[in-house]
């Protein structure tokens, strides 16, 4: 019997790597599970919709830094020196966040603490991450959403603990020094959840528009033509009638995919478009691992899934 079912099983790991070496490129997902404290989990797709569990769903890093050790929102990038850089919430209130890199998504750099907001004294916590790399400046910005005791007054709420976000960032070359942290976006409203990406001559950030009162929870974009900003007013909601965040992207020839978190349900929804103005939901078609929340997606070569399929 055991040796039928290790047959079965070096059949079924024979016939997802033959499909993979189908495909030029491949989508990674990652992401975490329950509160991130087992680490970073991957899933892989080749068509955008069906997505699959590498590892047995096991993690492949766990966190070791900050008083939590959480690994929460991971964001994994590959850079301009082919390496794979990733940054994530490490805790709920700290101030600062995770840093880890690799080459081949398995064996990962020491992982470092970036105390990005160490200097806002009344900075509550530094969350959802997310690097996005300006290939004209050839620099990384680092991203995420932050808290400060006393800004922002204007669209203060004593709900859900008081937390008024605004989008801060810091630029590095090299993941080594980095710039003192900026304001990247007050729009008005408390925003957390952006990831931003390259269109053409600009770039869109995807975000949460998390007003409590009366209740936001979508998702919204905004442009710039520079990386680091200004970016614009953002739009009306791309997102249907709940609540959603956690937004990631990817483009399939000529058409837009939006996955975020529909967390309130407990399950995932994505929207499509062909032109990024009119969207559809096709939360339907999806199929993603269970217990997947709040990740990012980046393409990888067919190479580098068959040596993730061995894991």
């Not at 024979?14 to 491949?26: D, I, M, P």
């Amino acid at each position: 019997m055991k040796r039928i079912v290790y047959i079965s099983l070096a059949l079924f790991t024979f016939f997802l790597r033959a499909q993979a070496q189908n495909h030029k490129n491949v989508y990674l997902f990652a992401y975490f599970k329950g509160n991130g404290e087992d680490g970073l989990h991957l899933a892989y797709s080749t068509d955008a919709y069906n997505w699959t569990t590498l590892k047995n769903d096991q993690s492949f890093l766990a966190p070791t830094v900050s008083k939590d050790k959480l690994m929460r929102d991971p964001c994994i990038i590959r850079g301009a020196d082919g390496l794979f850089h990733m940054v994530w919430t490490v805790s709920w209130k700290d101030k600062g966040i995770g840093y880890a890199s690799s080459k081949d998504l398995i064996n990962w750099s020491e992982q470092q603490f970036l105390p990005v907001m160490a200097k806002e004294e009344g900075a509550r916590n530094t969350w959802a991450p997310e690097i996005t790399y300006d290939r004209q400046t050839k620099t990384y910005m680092i991203y995420w959403a932050t808290t400060i005791t006393g800004k922002f007054n204007e669209t203060a709420s004593k709900v859900e603990s008081g937390y008024n976000h605004r989008l801060y960032y810091v630029t590095t070359k090299d993941f080594k020094t980095f710039s003192e942290t900026k304001l990247l976006y007050d729009p008005g409203f408390n925003v957390i959840d952006a990831t931003i990406v390259k269109n053409g001559n600009q770039f869109i950030m995807f975000l949460k528009d998390e007003t409590p009162q009366p209740a936001q929870k979508n998702i919204k974009m905004a442009y710039a033509d520079r990386l680091t900003g200004p970016y614009s007013k953002a739009g009306n909601p791309i997102t249907g009638n709940y609540w959603a965040e956690g937004p990631t992207t990817l483009k399939t020839g000529n058409s837009w995919m939006v996955y975020f978190d529909k967390y309130r349900d407990h399950q995932y929804g994505a929207v499509q478009s062909a032109d990024l103005k009119t969207w559809t939901d096709v939360s339907d078609k999806i199929s993603l691992p269970k217990g997947l929340r709040h990740g990012t997606i980046l393409t990888i070569k067919a190479k580098e899934l068959d040596t993730l399929l061995k894991q």
